[in-house]
């Protein structure tokens, strides 16, 4: 845990968050600031600042995080007409807390990107 991470905050329940998932491993809980009807934050329990921190052995972990993603796709309702997954990765990306995390966006019909 870093002890001013807002996220390792939230995994650990010092603040509150509306979570809608959780295991032994990811947490999943609604942006407070969400660009879309459905915007949730998946995030590992264990700190890991940015996606080019990720190590070998987390490949299990960040597929699972997507995985996560998917049913909790499902569980809202998003499957049918289709979502998006987006992890910023650094400043200049938009990352804005640097506890690695994907964004699951979705619930109309989202601006196309490129």
Same mark, same amino acid.
């Given at each position: 845990?870093a002890?001013d991470?807002?996220?390792c905050k939230?995994? !650990?329940k010092?603040? $509150?968050a +509306?979570?809608v998932? +959780?295991?032994r491993?990811?947490? =999943?809980?609604?942006?407070?600031s969400p660009?879309a009807? @459905?915007?949730l #934050?998946v995030v590992p329990?264990r700190?890991?600042?940015? #996606?080019m $921190?990720?190590?070998? $052995? $987390? =490949?299990?972990?960040i597929?699972?995080m997507?995985?996560?993603a !998917?049913?909790?796709? *499902?569980t809202? +309702? /998003?499957?049918?007409r289709?979502? *998006? @997954? @987006?992890? !910023?990765?650094?400043?200049?990306?938009?990352?804005? @807390?640097?506890? /690695?995390? /994907?964004h #699951?966006?979705?619930? *109309?019909a #989202?601006?196309?990107?490129?």
């Amino acid at each position: 845990m870093a002890a001013d991470c807002i996220f390792c905050k939230i995994v !650990n329940k010092e603040v $509150d968050a +509306e979570i809608v998932y +959780e295991d032994r491993d990811i947490v =999943a809980f609604k942006d407070i600031s969400p660009v879309a009807p @459905v915007h949730l #934050l998946v995030v590992p329990r264990r700190h890991i600042p940015a #996606l080019m $921190d990720l190590k070998q $052995d $987390d =490949a299990a972990l960040i597929g699972q995080m997507h995985l996560v993603a !998917n049913d909790l796709a *499902r569980t809202f +309702e /998003l499957d049918q007409r289709g979502y *998006r @997954v @987006v992890i !910023n990765c650094g400043k200049d990306a938009g990352q804005a @807390v640097f506890h /690695l995390h /994907l964004h #699951l966006l979705g619930g *109309r019909a #989202l601006q196309i990107m490129g």
